[in-house]
């Protein structure tokens, strides 16, 4: 099982950036998947997350109306596109695959944002 993440990186506030995650090895169709972020001295909290059937997402209130979770089932992935990025979306973010009823949950590495002029 894998989910590795790609797109974080250095942006100045007001940007955007797209976060990409690959998954393999488990049935990604059937799994919830979400994107957690980790701030420095902070704990992991849930950003967003996608429904298996349907493509239903939440987000936290903190990035309703800027940032958009999508997934391609046919290409097993998820991304994150964040725009009007603020100092305080920086962190270390990271995809989750969850099954109420197959195995895991899953993690990825995480891939570093930091937003900062």
């Known amino acids: 099982v894998q989910l590795v993440e790609s797109g974080g990186g250095l942006v100045q506030p007001g940007g955007s950036l797209r976060l990409s995650c690959a998954a393999s090895g488990f049935t990604f169709s059937r799994y919830v998947m979400s994107w957690y972020r980790q701030a420095p001295g902070k704990e992991r909290e849930l950003v967003t997350n996608?429904?298996?059937?349907?493509?239903?997402?939440n987000y936290a209130d903190s990035v309703k109306g800027r940032f958009t979770m999508s997934r391609d089932n046919i290409k097993n992935m998820v991304y994150l596109q964040m725009n009007s990025l603020k100092p305080e979306d920086t962190a270390v973010y990271y995809c989750?695959?969850?099954?109420?009823?197959?195995?895991?949950?899953?993690w990825g590495q995480g891939t570093q944002v930091t937003v900062s002029s």
């Open positions: 996608i429904t298996s059937v349907g493509g239903f997402t």
């Open positions: 989750h695959a969850h099954s109420p009823v197959l195995a895991g949950p899953y």
